[in-house]
Nanobody, 123 residues
Framework: QVQLVEFGGGLVQTGGSLRLSCAASGRTFSMYTIAWFRQAPGKEREFVAG????????DYQDSVKGRFTVTRDNALNTVFLQMNMLEPQDTAVYYC????????????????WGQGTQVTVSS
């Protein structure tokens, strides 16, 4: 089964940028749909963005459209989340997750999760 590790979190000012990486182990990475979720203090975990394994379809939560970009490099077994124009409400722990199949937003069904990386946006 695939294992995931996130990198790239940190502290940034409003309007700044960060690039998160989700590195996967395993030779079947290309067969997994990968998504980013986040959980802010006191809130439930929510879908942020994801990319399907089969046709590369990408989906974003409305609040990050136009600011975040998700890409994957199967040769590197890595998915990236480029986050621009960050806002304080983007502050959260960000997780990447992997699943079989092509559903993106449903948290149920993801079989592997990273440990999370903290993103803090100061005002």
């Amino acid at each position: 089964q695939v294992q995931l590790v996130e990198f790239g979190g940190g502290l940034v000012q409003t309007g700044g940028s960060l690039r998160l990486s989700c590195a996967a182990s395993g030779r079947t990475f290309s067969m997994y749909t990968i998504a980013w979720f986040r959980q802010a203090p006191g809130k439930e975990r929510e879908f942020v963005a994801g990319i399907k394994y089969n046709d590369g379809t990408i989906d974003y939560q409305d609040s990050v459209k136009g600011r975040f970009t998700v890409t994957r490099d199967n040769a590197l077994n890595t998915v990236f989340l480029q986050m621009n124009m960050l806002e304080p409400q983007d502050t959260a722990v960000y997780y990447c997750a992997a699943r079989n199949g092509a559903l993106l937003r449903q948290e149920l069904g993801y079989v592997a999760w990273g440990q999370g990386t903290q993103v803090t946006v100061s005002s």
